[in-house]
């Protein structure tokens, strides 16, 4: 027992010089708080914590940002998980919030840390308005991906639309949120309006990856058995480029949909239209 208190002591000894020399080396700050989260002592852990979290980096250096949040983040998850003071939890992550310069570099995986703590808190209210303030300070995919998310499972579809409304707005370039979003219109039956949804898509003066786009778009018109519409796809796609690959999935599609044309006008029970016609007039006699 002395000799593993005497190492410990060592490791403190060892572990405050080197963080007093260079108090911005985060991986000596972790090392220290996981020796003390070893020994329990509430108090001493907050305190390591407090010091750690003191050693703001400078603004412009991200990869210091980088290792500095997660202290922050360790610090919330101990308070909510070991500790199980809740206000305390609530207070790191506001504090953490209010430190970041949003306007140089935010992380989405605080803001997000945020509100899936208040829904586990049942604070569905509080959840949305750290969301919302995300989406004003740092408008990332990942917010805008969770927050409809979140919104889905709890059945508010229209928070969704105008949540995907507003992605859009912020990124106009941004394909997998028109593919999406066409997609949840479709879900809800609202088939013109998946289509002019993926109309407007495709108008975008730049968009970030047109092939799935316009992929999506295709798929959504077969799905519907609309085999004209995806032609004129096609030819619209063509237009614009004479890829290889747009040639290839062109001519598949035009066999695939001879196939399911040539299945639509089968007779019943394949049988050629005048001998059913005779059969039937044989059965009516």
């Known amino acids: 027992m002395e000799i593993r208190k005497g190492l410990r002591m060592q490791l403190w000894e060892k572990g405050d010089f080197s963080m007093r020399k260079n108090p911005l080396n985060y991986d000596a700050w972790f090392d220290y708080i996981k020796l003390e989260e070893s020994v329990g002592n509430k108090g001493r852990i907050r305190e390591v914590y407090e010091r750690a979290i003191a050693n703001v980096p400078p603004a412009e ?63 569905l209210k509080g959840a949305r308005q750290i969301l919302g303030n995300a989406i004003g300070k740092a408008p990332k995919d990942k917010i805008f991906k969770k927050y ?18 507003k992605y859009l707005e912020l990124a106009p370039e941004n394909c997998y949120a028109w593919s999406k979003y066409a997609e949840l219109e479709r879900s809800l039956s609202e088939t013109e309006r998946a289509r002019a949804i993926f109309e407007l898509a495709i108008t975008q003066p730049a968009l970030d990856m047109p092939e799935l786009l316009w992929k999506a778009y295709m798929d959504f018109e077969i799905s519907e058995s609309e085999y004209e519409r995806t032609r004129g796809l096609y030819e619209r796609l063509l ?8 040639w290839i999935s062109h001519a598949k599609f035009e066999a695939s949909a001879k196939e399911n044309d040539e299945d639509w006008d089968l007779p019943e029970d394949g049988v050629p239209e005048h001998d059913y016609e005779a059969r039937r007039d044989a059965f009516s006699v």
């Open 61 to 123: 250096v991200k990869r210091y940002w980088q290792r500095y949040i997660y202290l922050w983040i360790n610090y919330a998850l101990y308070e909510e998980l070991d500790a199980g003071d809740m206000e305390w939890t609530r207070d790191v992550c506001r504090e953490c919030l209010k430190l970041i310069p949003h306007e140089k570099s935010s992380f989405a995986k605080i803001w997000l840390l945020a509100a899936q703590f208040e829904i586990r808190q049942l604070n």
């Open 148 to 165: 409809i998310e979140i919104e889905l499972q709890l059945g508010n579809i229209d928070r969704c639309l105008k949540l995907y409304e």
């Open 239 to 246: 237009d614009r480029t004479k890829h290889l690959k747009v």
